[in-house]
């Protein structure tokens, strides 16, 4: 029991987790989400699969969207995310998914460090609150548990709209554009849905975001298209 504990507030382990959600962030915002080539080779007999778009004037699988902030077509597009400034589209959607779920064991251990620090380990409410050091961890505390706050409050909201997303395979600009209506689409294990996004069915390196994807076998409009 006495080790688990130790093991939980080892900053080792917090450092890993920020080595991850740092490797996830870069990685989401400079991997391509999925551009598509001027002149794409279409598989034979997926032709039907694939329309032209109208503002680039390209062929594109179904399920593209076209980015205006970006300027071009992106394969199963998502959403263009501000925050990492790329769009995430069908090759940088698992790093993407990495990143939310390291910010929320981030926000999750700095809580939890800010809660210990102050009830537990060397109780600051306790000590001579007139030093300067005291009074300036203590602020210091506060702000980093009130950014703690609201990033696990952001982010648990987000993760879980992709979450539900991935399970119903469906992507937040299809949701958007058919708010009212269920996609008629059969439905797929969550499993196979996930491996899909994360291009491998190892559920051990959808966690690891120090690797290359290997898109599956079968694309997704091919397999599923709307
Ligand atoms: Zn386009
Ligand atoms: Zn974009």
Redesign the pocket.
Known sequence: MGLRIHFVVDPHVFYGIAIFCLVALVRASITDPGRLPENPKIPHGEREFWEL?N??N?M?PKRSH?CSRCG??VRRMDHHCPWINNCVGEDNHWLFLQLCFYTELLTSYALMFSFCHYYYFLPLKKRNLDLFVVRHELAIMRLAAFMGITMLVGITGLFYTQLIGIITDTTSIEKMSNCCEEISRPRKPWQQTFSEVFGTRWKILWFIPFRQRQPLRVPYHFANHV
């Open positions: 778009c503002k680039c390209l594109r076209h071009h077509c």
